[in-house]
């Protein structure tokens, strides 16, 4: 069960530090001609993934031991709609709310080509753990995460 949250405040690309373009497609579109929510969530697991990996190569792990991160909560906001093909693609902006030993706090926001204001607005709060148990944050994850703290 998807909960859809509407926006009171506006958001602008100022409060983000980090962007990624992403394409949208046909299929994102649901019947309505708009795109989905769920594509929304996708679009902002992308963006954060594709920030850590950028960022930190070797933050996969290639066995059950490694320290691995896992999603604990997120959330999405909407404040607009987007349609496809009226908007080829979007930019996802990424900034850090809080990053400590044990978890990082993304706020993640979902803006149409060219728009300054967001059209969703959501959050991915990770934890890591290491054989499924909780662990520290590494310490080169903290640090990219900070990078993305929006001293505004």
Excluded at 105 to 111: D, L, M, P, W
């Amino acid at each position: 069960f998807l909960r859809v949250r509407t926006m009171r405040t506006t958001i602008v690309r100022a409060g983000f530090r980090r962007f990624h373009r992403l394409p949208l497609r046909w299929s994102d579109n649901n019947a309505q001609g708009v795109v989905k929510h769920t594509v929304y969530y996708d679009l902002m697991d992308t963006a954060l993934a594709e920030f850590m990996s950028q960022e930190c190569p070797d933050l996969y792990p290639s066995s059950d031991d490694d320290v691995r991160p896992r999603i604990l909560n997120s959330t999405c906001s909407f404040a607009k709609d987007i349609t496809f093909p009226d908007t080829l693609h979007v930019d996802v902006g990424l900034a850090a709310n809080k990053v400590s030993n044990s978890c990082c706090v993304f706020t993640i926001g979902v803006f149409g080509a060219d728009h300054n204001e967001a059209a969703s607005v959501g959050s991915i709060t990770q934890v890591w753990t290491r054989g499924g148990k909780p662990s520290d944050v590494p310490p080169e994850i903290r640090k990219i995460a900070r990078s993305l703290v929006n001293n505004r």
